[in-house]
């Protein structure tokens, strides 16, 4: 996943950039309030010109850009930066593909670890996962009548989500309570010093599902399910009415698989609480069968001949499954399930460069589509054909935002989808922002 701030130049080398704009400037475009702006111009850029197709230059294109309607967030970043920080900006923001490779980030320790700590007990083990709560869970908490869970991308940065929507939400955020889960690999441990009992992934784990490498076997889902088991606590929560659960990017792949095997759904429906998955922008969904939609809308069996892999966990259900998922497995029962569960499709329109990092460009990849907004279309048609029509699915288009998680939330049918909001029509398969 590659969140609006968590992008390092490519062809500029950070060395370049670091004389040009000065070492705090750079550091600045780091942070989560530097990024934001980052998100904001790339997406308001996306509008009028094809992703990282910028025709006549960046310099062209991002001048008529900013002469034409994208002076107020233009304006806020002139007020924080200076002039050629600002320039630099305007680069990243103009050139997604001037950027270094995801992986070289996501490799790298987080520079913030959450503040809380919630331990995670199960039968084969437990351990320590990074939180942050909005609140404080521990004491009796009348008001709350809704909780969000808020599940970060793949580089583990974008982390406050929960204060950003909060303020664009308003009122409709007064009754709410946030809870964010940080997923560590072993580098953030390393690099922060953290206590062995820290729970650590590796790079791809926990967005699949799959169990911790120390300190002892517990799933990503795991931790799902300790944050539910928490929030069901009538004695805390006596008027808790709706838990969402939603994430984007890596976190939107997170939240979809979990959707369809988690463990929670069980406890939430025993306590009368309802529950939402909000899946907005991942890279690739979890199909139920070997079917994927052809270039005339319609749906055959891939042949695995000609794409190996296409059907194996976590875009199918080969290989190698999580320990997590209840033996034996039943597909058809699960997907039965699925289709039955509140889930959202949050897309942007944006989101749409065939060659955007971390997208996937192998066969089982490109089989669901060219684009990220490619496959979340190609998926809900998936979804409409197996269900026949009859599901508790949704669609919602985000138009003009790309690949940024806070423009995706913020948005008017993603403040639908977290806090059901009107202004966004909420008509099976088709939103307007």
Known sequence: MQTHQQSAVKVVHPTVALRAMGTRNWLFSWTDLGGRYIGIVQSLLAAPHQPGRLSGGCAAACREAYLRCYAMACLKMRLLLKPTMFALFIFIAANPHAVAVE?????????????????????????????HISRDWTIRQVDV????????????RDLDADEYVSKHAGKAALDTIFITPQFLIQADVTGHQLPAATLRWDLDGWKQG?????????????????????????????????????????????????????HGADALSAADIHVRYVVANPATYLYFTDKRMQSDGSFAVVDAKNCPGFSNWNMGWLGKLPAYVAQPVSVDKLEKAYLARDVVYLLGTADNDPIADALGMSCPYKIQGATRYDRGLAYAKYIDFSAQGHSNHRLMKVPNVGHHAYAMYSSTCGLAALFDRPGCRLKKWRCTR
Not at 104 to 126: E, F, Y
Not at 149 to 154: E, N, Q
Request: aromatic share 6%.
């Open 103 to 131: 992986l070289d980030l996501v490799k790298t320790s987080v520079p913030v670890v959450l503040d809380s700590r919630l331990t995670i007990q199960t039968s084969t083990g437990k351990g320590d996962v990074p939180v």
């Open 210 to 262: 799959y169990d911790a490498q120390a300190p002892a076997p517990v799933s990503s889902f795991d931790v799902i399910d300790s944050i539910i088991q928490r929030l069901t606590d009538r004695r805390k929560f006596p008027n808790l009415k709706i838990i969402v659960l939603a994430g984007h990017s890596a976190g939107g792949q997170f939240v979809q698989r979990y959707a369809v095997v988690g």
């Open 145 to 156: 009548t809704r909780a969000i869970i808020l599940v970060h991308g793949w580089p583990r």
